[in-house]
């Protein structure tokens, strides 16, 4: 990876992400009182109705642009066709994050 290419996607650190996550969860009316990596956000287990989760999703994608300077899609055609979402809990949002903005980098 050239120099320029560095600056463009600087390294995330999955800490970092997971607490951009969890702060952005807390402020959702109907978070539960702990918020972690291991919190569940959407599914059987999940406190995020839909119109919820896509709020979550638009202010992360914001928050991972204002800071690391990348403009990422979580709600695209693979992550809403996956078996399993990645919108299950903030840990399994974190790693997608990692994982799209590592594809980009590679772009």
Not at 9 to 30: K, S, T
Not at 38 to 52: I, V, Y
Not at 64 to 85: K, M, Q, T
């Amino acid at each position: 990876m050239d120099e320029h290419s560095k600056a463009r996607f600087p390294l995330m650190e999955r800490r970092e992400v997971v607490d951009i996550i969890c702060q952005i969860v807390r402020e959702v009316r109907g978070a539960p009182d702990q918020v972690d990596e291991n919190t569940c956000m959407f599914g059987a287990k999940g406190f995020l109705d839909s119109l919820r989760l896509v709020s979550v999703v638009l202010d992360t994608e914001q928050q991972i642009n204002d800071r690391y300077n990348l403009a990422i899609s979580l709600a695209d055609n693979p992550a809403v066709s996956r078996e399993r979402s990645p919108f299950r809990s903030v840990a399994t949002l974190a790693d997608y994050i990692l994982a799209v903005a590592a594809e980009q980098s590679r772009a």
